[in-house]
């Protein structure tokens, strides 16, 4: 029994792992996108707004995507169950990737007012020391090293191609 909690325990890690290397992969990136595209004029108003919040309603509005995007995550696997794989696994994708860029976006513009919050300081502490554990488990595994030496290899080819190319 004990072999199947631990089997059981490694699965979920990896799981996770997989989900916040996902998230640490976009979540810069996404949130500056998101911000080139917010000096729009009324996004930038939007925006100031946003920052400009008291810490509990900082706190709704960062909360918000997450609730919003359960409808569309059921509606994906409803997909899915329905037969339409590629398609409910299109909207999960999609619904991953625009959730992140606005979760990230709105983090970064309300994150001084939730860092009044000490509960939320203590909370956002404890994620980060897990988190980057967790992160160190997974870089200091083999297929880790491995897919930075591919990853390596293909940027040096790409370049390369370039180079040719572009000459």
């Not at 398609?87 to 959730?99: P, Q, S, T, W, Y």
């Not at 983090?107 to 203590?122: K, N, S």
């Not at 992160?135 to 191609?161: D, E, M, N, P, T």
């Amino acid at each position: 029994m004990k072999w199947l909690i631990n089997s059981f325990k490694r699965a979920l890690t990896t799981v996770l792992a997989l989900l916040i290397l996902f998230e640490e992969w976009g979540w810069e990136p996404l949130q500056r996108a998101l911000a080139r595209i917010a000096q729009l004029p009324v996004l930038a108003w939007v925006e100031r707004r946003i920052a400009a919040l008291p810490p509990y309603p900082a706190l709704a509005l960062f909360v918000l995507p997450s609730l919003a995007l359960i409808p569309v995550k059921l509606l994906a696997l409803w997909l899915i169950s329905q037969g339409q794989k590629g398609l409910g696994l299109g909207v999960i994708v999609v619904a991953k990737v625009i959730g992140t860029a606005v979760v990230a976006r709105l983090f970064a513009l309300t994150r001084p007012a939730l860092m009044r919050l000490q509960w939320f300081v203590d909370l956002y502490r404890r994620w980060t020391v897990w988190k980057e554990a967790l992160l160190a488990l997974v870089r200091a595994s083999w297929a880790w090293r491995a897919g930075r030496i591919v990853k390596r290899a293909l940027q040096r080819r790409w370049q390369r191609w370039r180079k040719a190319w572009l000459t």
